[in-house]
């Protein structure tokens, strides 16, 4: 195990991507998330605080050249000290991005104080366009508040304004090319998410999740896709350009995330750490690795490195859902939900 240089694991992969929850709770109740009775919160004392947030993205930068910052929840927006934490970051490594995954509740009266303390893009999760499908599936009937989020994060400046999109069967599967066209009319960029099985509920089944390949179907039915042959470079998302049917011209692109059916782990890029300071080697991972005690015990940021270092080396070349699938007993669902884990 290297000592000193990027964070890289036994198969040769380099993280360069981290990505912090800063909160386990959400004030949405999404089916493909958390059971509808919500979860037990996390105490608040157990959370890491702004200055082991910074902290830790500091030593991430530094010792091991880390290019970009993710906060992630829960619902990041449920952090009265959101701005506060951005303006930390931003002052403390300038230059490195910082940017936020959201359901949008709440963004329209914040977007422009994050946008000045630094936040340089966003991802919005939006399932649905339709009123009655988003309270299904969210349990909460916020879809007005969802989109006033996406319109004041444009008019703040952040960009790309990205959409995550999951798609249910019998549910909201129907919705793809109207979410694409939706998405281009109001500069946005799309991405379709095959849901995983990371629910709190632990009803995910194969049969119930609409593929990437079932994506692409339903998309050409207005749209014709083409590969975009840019470099990946570690980005979770297949990128394709879009034409209209009715236009011989590229109008936008759309991405397809397929954790499952497709999966990218050869190429993952990701370090992730928990509400309560654990590190993640994989989103779909059994084992975390606790740095919240280090923080909080005296350690130095050497002892703080070598732990996470020790962490991610140890990190598995993939989640068992690649060759033989869920059914078969390869891959065994963690415990915690996307919720608890951090998207």
């Known amino acids: 195990m290297p000592t000193q240089g990027p964070l890289t694991d036994r198969f040769g992969r380099t993280a360069t991507d981290l990505r912090i929850s800063i909160t386990d709770k959400c004030n949405l ?8 009775e919500g979860m037990q919160w996390l105490p608040r004392e157990s959370l890491l605080t702004v200055e082991e947030i910074v902290r830790l993205a500091r030593i991430a930068v530094t010792e091991f050249a880390v290019r970009e910052i993710r906060l992630t929840g829960g619902e990041p927006l449920i ?22 995954t959201s359901n949008g509740i709440g963004l329209a009266a914040r977007a422009q104080g994050l946008a000045d303390a630094g936040m340089t893009r966003i991802n919005i999760s939006l399932d649905t366009l339709c009123a009655e499908t988003y309270e299904r599936l969210a349990r909460r009937g916020r879809l007005t508040e969802a ?53 709190a509920d632990h009803g995910w089944t194969r049969e119930n999740m ?22 990946r470079a570690g980005a979770p998302a297949e990128k394709y350009l879009v034409r209209r049917r009715a236009e011989d011209r590229v109008v936008g692109t759309v991405g397809i995330i397929a954790s499952v059916t497709e999966p990218f782990c050869e190429d993952c890029t990701r370090t992730r750490i928990t509400a309560e300071g654990h590190v993640r080697s994989c989103l779909f991972s059994h084992h975390e690795t606790d740095l919240m005690h280090l923080l909080r ?14 962490a991610m080396w140890v990190k598995p070349r993939a989640h068992g859902m690649e060759h033989t699938g869920l059914d078969s007993g390869d891959y065994i669902q963690p415990d915690r939900s996307m919720s608890a884990i951090g998207g």
């Not at 015990?297 to 020790?310: H, L, M, P, Y």
């Open 29 to 36: 109740r999404c089916t493909y998330c958390m059971p509808a």
């Open 79 to 100: 952090r009265p000290d959101l701005e506060q934490l951005v303006q930390a970051l931003n002052t403390a490594l300038p230059g490195v991005p910082v940017s936020m």
């Open 147 to 199: 989109l006033d989020g996406v319109a004041a994060a444009r008019r703040a400046g952040m960009s790309p304004v990205k959409i995550n999109a999951v798609l249910m069967r019998g549910v909201n599967e129907h919705e793809a090319p109207e979410l694409l066209h939706w998405a281009l009319e109001n500069a946005c960029d799309l991405r379709f998410i095959e849901q995983m099985p990371l629910d």
């Open 210 to 231: 609409v593929s990437a390949a079932q994506i692409r179907e339903s998309l050409s039915r207005d749209f014709d896709l083409t590969p975009d042959t840019a470099p």
């Open 297 to 310: 015990s005296g350690a130095t940021d050497a002892q703080v490195t070598q732990r996470w270092r020790e």
